[in-house]
């Protein structure tokens, strides 16, 4: 799994340990709702504030 991080369009750089943290923490949330299929591809989120 890979993950990008941007702010304000911004890509900000994440080490591998960041990566891992990030990308195993939404996909197994993401994979835990119903109707999601188990063989999905490309997870985006966006948080405006």
Not at 8 to 16: F, M, P, S, Y
Not at 27 to 46: F, M, Q, Y
Request: charged residues 30%; without cysteine; glycine residues 8%.
């Amino acid at each position: 799994m890979d993950a990008k991080l941007f702010v304000d369009g911004k890509e900000i750089a994440l080490n591998e340990f960041i990566v891992k943290i990030l990308s195993g923490t939404i996909a197994g949330a993401v994979s835990s709702l119903r109707g999601i299929d188990k063989n999905w591809k490309t997870i985006e989120i966006k948080i405006t504030k």
